[in-house]
């Protein structure tokens, strides 16, 4: 992770739920947070500065997440995937739908 570089990072959802402290009950769901990374902690995770949320529901049924304060660890163990990114916005989810 490169500190300065904007990330959009998949959580997986019992970390996204545990994280943002939301019940488990709900349908599963995908998570991505964007934010920019400001540091790391050896064999931890990564400090970000946390632009916002996103939870997709279903292809199209989403809502966006705010964190106060923003500054936020990451731990390793809940990260799906990191994507490195210019901008926040036009991300999209596919392959993903209601049941």
């Not at 994280?19 to 991505?32: C, H, M, N």
């Not at 949320?53 to 809940?78: F, H, K, N």
Request: hydrophobic share 40%; glycine share 10%.
């Amino acid at each position: 992770m490169k500190e300065g570089q904007k990330y959009a990072v998949w959580l997986t959802d019992e970390a996204a739920r545990a994280f943002l402290g939301i019940d488990a009950k709900q349908p599963q769901s995908r998570w991505v947070v964007l934010g920019e990374c400001t540091g790391q902690e050896s064999g931890v995770g990564f400090w970000v500065h946390v632009d916002h949320i996103e939870q997709w529901m279903a292809v199209g049924d989403s809502r966006t997440i705010t964190v106060s304060p923003p500054a936020c660890l990451i731990p390793w163990r809940y990260v799906i995937t990191i994507q490195g990114l210019s901008e926040f916005k036009d991300l999209k989810v596919t392959g993903f739908k209601k049941n």
